[in-house]
C-alpha cells in the first residue's frame, strides 16, 4: 500500500485512503503482542471507519454541504471576469484613456486582477479531485463534465501570463508616446484590448448562468478583425526609418495582443466545448418559442377573429 501511493493518478485521488488502510493496519498489528483475538480489534476498527463515513456524508449532504462543485464553477467564473478586468484596464493605462485619478486608480486595479489567476492550478486539480466524489446537486447532474474545466483553468492561465508579459512592458510603452509607430498602432491596440475584454465578461456571463457563449461572438469576430488589420500595419514595413530602441516596446505590446487574441478565441471554443458537454440551454429559448406558437381558440375569440403574428428579431 506504500508503494501503491506513489503512482500519481492514484496518489491524486485515493491517497487518503491508502492513509486509513495503513493507519488501520498498524492499529489491528501492534496490540497483537498483547491480545490474540485480532477480529473484535479489526471489526471495531472497520466499524469506526464506516461510522464515521456515514456521519461525514450525512452532514455534508443534508447538514451543512460544502459542494466542491459549485466552487470550481465560481472560480472560473470570477477569473474569467477578472481577465476581462485585466485586459481592459491594461488598454485604458497604456493608451492614457483614464480620466482622472479615480479613473486612474480603477485600472491599476483591475490590471492587478489576473495576478490571483497565475497560481490557481492547485486549487483547481484540489477540486476537481473533491468534485469527482460528490452525487448531482443543484445544476449539476451526474456526468458533468469537471475535467473541461481543468482544460479552461489552463487556457486561463496562459492568458494570464501574456497579461503579465504586457504589464511588464507597460512604463516602457509610455515613455514612447511620441513615436510615430505608437500613433498608427494605438487605436488598434486599445480597440483589441476593449474587445477582448468584453468577450472575456461575456464567457464569464455565460458560465456563470450556464447558457451557451453566443453573446461573445461579436466581440471576438470584432477583435479577430482588428488583428487582421495590425497585422498587415506590421507587414507593411512600417518601422523602417525608424528608432527601433525606442519602438520595441510597442512592437512587443502589438504582439502580445495578438496572442491575447488567439488566447481569447481558444477559451471561447472550450467554453463552448464546455456548454455541449454539460447541456446548457438559452434560458430565452422558452419565451422565443411561446412568441411564435399560434394562438389558441379562446385568443381568437377574444381577439375578434384577428390573428396577431409576432416576430421576433435576435
Known amino acids: 500500500m506504500t508503494y501503491i501511493r506513489f503512482v500519481p493518478e492514484l496518489k491524486a485521488r485515493y ?3 491508502f492513509l486509513v488502510f495503513i493507519l ?4 489491528v498489528a501492534l496490540p497483537s503482542y498483547e ?3 485480532l477480529l473484535d480489534i479489526a471489526k471495531r476498527r472497520v466499524i469506526t471507519i464506516f461510522t464515521g463515513v456515514l456521519m461525514w456524508v450525512l452532514v455534508s449532504i443534508f447538514v451543512y454541504p460544502i459542494w466542491a462543485g459549485d466552487d470550481i464553477h465560481k472560480l472560473v467564473t470570477k477569473n474569467l471576469e477578472k ?3 485585466s485586459i481592459q484596464g491594461f488598454g485604458d493605462e497604456c493608451f492614457g484613456t483614464s480620466e482622472g485619478s479615480e479613473g486612474s486608480n ?3 486595479s483591475n490590471l492587478q486582477a489576473y495576478k490571483s489567476i497565475l497560481n490557481s492550478k492547485q486549487i483547481e486539480d484540489s477540486l476537481v479531485n473533491f468534485v469527482r466524489w460528490e452525487p448531482g446537486h443543484g445544476r449539476f447532474r451526474y456526468g458533468h463534465p469537471w475535467k473541461q474545466y481543468l482544460k479552461t483553468g489552463t487556457l486561463l492561465r496562459q492568458c494570464a501570463s501574456l497579461i503579465d508579459s504586457l504589464n511588464g512592458f507597460l512604463h516602457s510603452t509610455k ?4 513615436s510615430e509607430i505608437r500613433k498608427k498602432m494605438e487605436e488598434a491596440c486599445m480597440e483589441i484590448s476593449k474587445e477582448t475584454g468584453k468577450a472575456l465578461k461575456e464567457l464569464s456571463v455565460s458560465v456563470q448562468k450556464m447558457i451557451p457563449p453566443h453573446e461573445a461572438n461579436p466581440s471576438i469576430e470584432r477583435s479577430k478583425i482588428v488583428a487582421m488589420k495590425l497585422k498587415s500595419i506590421l507587414k507593411s514595413g512600417l518601422w523602417e526609418g525608424t528608432n527601433l ?3 520595441i516596446p510597442i512592437m512587443s505590446v502589438t504582439y502580445l495582443l495578438l496572442d ?3 488566447c481569447t478565441e481558444k477559451l471561447a471554443e472550450s467554453i463552448n466545448e464546455l456548454s455541449i458537454q454539460a447541456k446548457f440551454k438559452n434560458k430565452d429559448a422558452k419565451v422565443v418559442a411561446s412568441n411564435n406558437c399560434p394562438p389558441t381558440l379562446d385568443e381568437e375569440k377574444n381577439n375578434g377573429g384577428v390573428h396577431h403574428h409576432v416576430i421576433t428579431i435576435k
Open 245 to 247: 530602441f525606442e519602438d
Open 15 to 17: 491517497d487518503y485512503g
Open 106 to 108: 480603477n485600472n491599476k
Open 35 to 37: 491480545e490474540e483475538d
Open 24 to 27: 488501520t493496519f498498524c492499529i
Open 175 to 178: 515613455r514612447a508616446s511620441s
Open 260 to 262: 491575447v487574441v488567439s
Open 83 to 85: 481577465l476581462g478586468l
